[in-house]
């Protein structure tokens, strides 16, 4: 055996130890095997749920999308007292390389709206539960809707593509392969700080309306456990 024989070997013996060591090991699975219609209330506050089909939707028939989650609701909360809610959740059991969470921007640029006002957020739970969400507009020649969105991988929550893809890979090294889920608010309104406080105070309100045990499946484990505490 020559040198160079024993340079491809060795070559070939690391990237097959690398590989090992990026296969995932352990499921982090928080929905298990309940059903979001179930686990998300149907009255938050001031808001009631109603029927409605006027959504922006990560999910279509024979889709990539619709390969790619497990579960998707949709729904429009109205209230007398505050502005109009869509909330649309979509969620995968496991996300990988192949499968990974559809973020708005993508979503509503696929169906001719352009997007604007990108930017990262905090929403405040309360118990010093601090949620990370990203805040965006997305325009079209018929409406404009400000939209409040966030990710949950495992128990990260992600709030850009790229980070997104560091947490999978950090996950992917300590050896977990985690299901992920979307939760997006939005309204139909011009943007303004007004707007996007409704829909922060809705998103505070929906995680607090909750079964403290369901929380999870939206918001990871950690910030869960600070709100049961």
């Known amino acids: ?72 609701l949709s729904r429009l909360y109205l209230s007398q007292q505050n502005q109009p809610v869509m909330l649309v959740i979509a969620y995968g059991a496991v996300q990988n390389d192949l499968l990974q969470l559809h973020r708005p921007e993508a979503c509503y640029a696929a169906v001719g709206f352009t997007i604007s006002e990108s930017k990262p957020a905090t929403v405040n739970l309360g118990h010093n539960a601090l949620l990370p969400v990203r805040d965006l507009t997305a325009r079209s020649d018929s409406r404009v809707e400000p939209i409040s969105y966030w990710t949950r991988i495992g128990d990260d929550l992600p709030t850009s593509g790229s980070e997104q893809r560091m947490v999978k890979l950090r996950q992917q090294i300590k050896g977990f392969l985690s299901d992920g889920i979307l939760v997006r608010l939005s309204t139909v309104a011009e943007p303004s700080d007004a707007i996007f406080a409704e829909l922060a105070l809705f998103g505070t309100t929906l995680v607090q309306a909750m079964r403290p045990a369901d929380r999870a499946v939206l918001i990871g484990r950690p910030l869960a456990a600070k709100l049961a505490a």
């Open 1 to 72: 055996m020559n040198r160079r024989d024993v340079l491809i070997g060795s070559s070939l013996f690391a990237a097959a130890g690398a590989a090992a060591a990026l296969t995932p090991r352990t499921r982090l699975v928080l929905l298990g095997d309940r059903k979001l219609e179930d686990v998300i209330p149907k009255t938050v506050g001031n808001w009631h749920h109603v029927e409605s089909s006027a959504f922006v939707l990560p999910k279509t028939p024979g889709s990539l999308a619709d390969r790619l989650y497990s579960q998707t």
